[in-house]
Structure formats: structure tokens, C-alpha cells
Nanobody, 113 residues
Framework: QVQLVESGGGLVQPGGSLRLSCAAS????????MRWYRQAPGKERELVAA???????FVVASVRDRFIISRDNAQNTVDLQMNNLRPEDTAVYYC???????WGQGTQVTVSS
């Protein structure tokens, strides 16, 4: 069955970096667009970044100068490199397979001094 397992979250100080990873299984990963979303407390879940099967990327404007999405089709992983983190980046980050509307369990990112 489809599985998406996120890792890499944690507590980081403002200005720090984290790299989130999503390990995918149960489908032909290399053929699918993958997305990262986040949900902050009291807010709706929002799209952060997407990467197509061929590697084309999209990152929302609010984080475009700080976040990078990438994928490794040999390892079936999609990563989100987050740099210069800010307190407003605090959220649960989710990996998403849009074709099947499937979500991972999420990983908490907390940016605080």
C-alpha cells in the first residue's frame, strides 16, 4: 500500500536550517508529482512546494528565496531544504501525493529561540 513517511523536523533557532525528507513506497514514485504542505496552529493547511516527475519545481512566493524542493527517484524520496527559518515557519509539514490525495503523518517544525 502507499506509504509516505516524513522525517527531519525538530526545534531550530531563527536563522537556522532543516532538511525534511519524505520516504515514499507502494507506488511508482518516479512518475508522480509530489508536494509539501504545512499547517500552522489555527491555520489552514497550505501548499509550500511541488516537484514534478521530470524535476520541474514550484515553491510558493513566501518561501521561494529560502526553501528548495528536490527528489531522488532512485531512493524514492522527496526533500525540502529550509534555510533561514523564521518563527512563522513553525508548522506541521506534510508530504503529499496529489494523484491519490494521500498524506503522510507529518513532521513538526518549530522555529524558536
Amino acid at each position: 500500500q502507499v506509504q509516505l513517511v516524513e522525517s527531519g523536523g525538530g526545534l531550530v533557532q531563527p536563522g537556522g536550517s532543516l532538511r525534511l525528507s519524505c520516504a515514499a513506497s507502494g507506488f511508482t514514485f518516479s512518475r508522480d508529482t509530489m508536494r509539501w504542505y504545512r499547517q500552522a496552529p489555527g491555520k489552514e493547511r497550505e501548499l509550500v512546494a511541488a516537484i514534478a516527475s521530470a524535476g520541474d519545481t514550484f515553491v510558493v512566493a513566501s518561501v521561494r528565496d529560502r526553501f528548495i524542493i528536490s527528489r531522488d527517484n532512485a531512493q524514492n524520496t522527496v526533500d525540502l531544504q529550509m534555510n533561514n527559518l523564521r518563527p512563522e515557519d513553525t508548522a506541521v509539514y506534510y508530504c503529499n501525493l496529489p494523484r491519490l490525495a494521500y498524506w503522510g503523518q507529518g513532521t513538526q517544525v518549530t522555529v524558536s529561540s
